[in-house]
């Protein structure tokens, strides 16, 4: 067992996980320093009324944030919901069909698969594409998509966290909405939300702690929920409520709100996406410089966010991750499904932190190769 | 306007809010201690996989510490959900009507009719008594009920948070499951979870922050979910997963746990009880023993977690509000629903709190009465 040092000099681990994950650590301390007094309003901002005057300016600040982050136009309304993905994979079908029978879903891994199922409990929930035949390792072209004339929208999920498989395109499904479940990848790169009908991604992987979901929907789209959608689920009842129908998890939304102005102090989106790329570029171009480690997805549709990869010889899996956690690289076990590695690296990973991971790789293969 | 000192000499004022409401200090400040770097683990809780060791220990501390707080017997699961309350007025009819048409409902106040009004989209809910004749002031005698021969469950909102009108007994309902909506007073004092079907309660009165739902429900009555209940609002999927088919929201559970723990170091909830009663009596004490402040609630059915009150003088209400914000007491404005004032005297409310108001509200009564 490895008795070196931790590579990282502070308390902090680097934290490989894919969510919940790292947040950065600029927010965490902010949110420490005014978690028992708020700005001297003598509460932590758990503590106030979803209604009063603090907090509904706070919520207010983030929406405008993200609007700024993403140029989220007037005709998109953003909600700030409860439940995570999973509960828009049911909220997304009872508010969208808007009285069609069926919905067109591309199947690029574990994700969309859950999607498809819990649509299915109200639509015809349609594969126009897979990718399983060559175990989700790409992303099927659009020309290949046998689309349905009548599909109320088509759904993507447009980067897979298990997989690590990323669209770096945006369909092109003319009247027919586009939906797509962001959760692993939003805000990391600048995006055209004007061409989504609806895109939702749970919070804990770029905005913020587990318990939120954001919604952005074009506003069109809403008010047709079926009959049996429970009141919270309903966007129409949201929207006019500001996400407000019910108690918001405002600890959550404060933290997102802190996340938005951390993005936009670095850049925003675009200024992101170039340290994103930095990252991908290492981590990548390390994986295809020998052939100890390997990552099986096609080249041109590899996430920037989640980085699956394995050993040549999976018995050194155990002292992989045993050595890595001893240096401070934390949470890269592969998930359960897949076995071998994943490094997740979201915004609020530092460059060092993939340099650090790189290097002890590296220090790893020549011991152990 | 006032300017006499603010009453509290921390930095804190005394939140009377409804919720989200205030924490016990010492949860915040140990929240704060570990909020960057938990237990040496080098990330926040909200950085941990919600299956990793870390946190899959503390959601189990926390269920452990609940069921020996609350003396939860094996019969009965609990879940830990997001969505509040209001996700719950969905969710019990969609789990709990088994094949049943309808479902009994005893009307107290405005949280009884917001969960009538949503069963009656999934069943016929049947209003069996009513306290709508006296605006909500008392809770109808049991013998006064009447109930359908068939009715899956019957629910009563057992402390209504705006009428501040509390069952200080538990009904009798024989082989139809009880169903009870505690968010305002759960955790208040002792209660005998073996008589409820079901018990749910949103956390941000008595257990933390706003995102999450606590529900305690027998074992026998789950596992017949309508066909359009979402995964994530079937609580036999839920159950089986331990809370967590998807990500639960990690961190308003860790702080939900802390709570738990400092009620156990408290006594539990006959500790607590104890302090609540001395609350209770010293305000309602107070409000009975002079006529410039009035409440109108039956005395032996008024709420130890929800004082609503009025002056006698409506137009001084301004007034009251802010003398009384600028000595650090806070909140006190009344529902909009209702008007007039409201103290939340939850279990995180120190008697010193209630002393500094009692106080005041003398003070004002003197000078304005």
């Known amino acids: 067992m490895a008795t070196a040092p931790r590579i990282k000099p502070s308390e902090r681990i680097f934290n490989f996980g894919a969510g919940p994950a790292t947040m950065p650590v600029e927010v965490l301390e902010k949110a420490k320093g005014e978690l028992v007094n708020w700005h001297e309003a003598g509460m932590s901002v758990m503590e106030m009324s979803h209604r009063g005057k603090e907090f509904v300016a706070i919520a ?14 007037a005709s998109h309304k953003v909600l700030f919901l409860q439940g995570g993905a999973t509960m828009q994979f049911s909220a997304v079908p009872m508010n969208l069909l808007r009285g069609g029978k069926r919905a067109d879903f591309v199947n690029t891994g574990e994700w969309s698969k859950k999607a498809i199922a ?23 072209k659009q020309s290949t998509w046998k689309r349905s004339p009548d ?8 980067n897979e966290t298990i997989g690590g498989v ?81 108690t918001p998890p405002t600890f959550s939304l404060y933290l997102a709100g802190l996340t938005f102005k951390w993005l936009l102090e670095r850049g925003g989106l675009a200024g992101i996406e170039q340290v994103n790329i930095r990252k991908a570029a290492l981590l990548y171009g390390y994986l295809d410089s020998q052939d100890f480690y390997s990552n099986p997805v096609a080249k041109e549709d590899r996430s920037r ?21 001893a240096r401070g690289l934390s949470q890269l076990k592969g998930h359960r499904s897949v076995g071998g590695m994943r490094a997740s690296i979201y915004n609020a990973m530092p460059l060092e932190g993939v340099e650090a991971l790189v290097a002890f790789m590296e220090e790893f293969r020549k011991k152990r190769g």
Chains 1, 2 share one sequence.
């Not at 945006?170 to 959760?183: K, Y």
């Not at 394995?310 to 050194?316: I, V, W, Y």
Request: some cysteine.
């Open 60 to 73: 207010a600040e983030a929406e405008a944030d993200l609007r700024k982050l993403a140029a989220i136009p």
């Open 118 to 140: 819990e649509a299915g409990k109200y639509c015809e929930a349609r594969v126009v594409a897979s990718s399983e035949d060559r175990n989700f390792t790409y992303v099927p």
């Open 151 to 158: 599909a109320a929208y088509l759904h993507i999920c447009s």
């Open 166 to 246: 990323e669209y770096h395109w945006t369909p092109d499904t003319g009247e027919v909405p586009l939906v797509a479940d962001m959760s692993s990848h939003i805000l990391s790169r600048p995006l055209d939300v004007a061409r989504y009908g609806l895109i939702y991604a749970g919070a804990q992987k770029n905005i913020g702690p587990a318990g939120l979901v954001v919604v952005i929907v074009r506003e069109d789209l809403i008010g047709h929920a079926l009959p049996d959608t429970p009141n919270v689920l309903d966007y129409r009842l949201q929207s006019d409520a500001d996400s407000m129908l019910n």
């Open 305 to 325: 966010m989640n980085v699956p990869f394995t050993l040549r010889d999976a018995s050194l899996d155990a002292a992989f991750l045993a050595e890595a956690e």
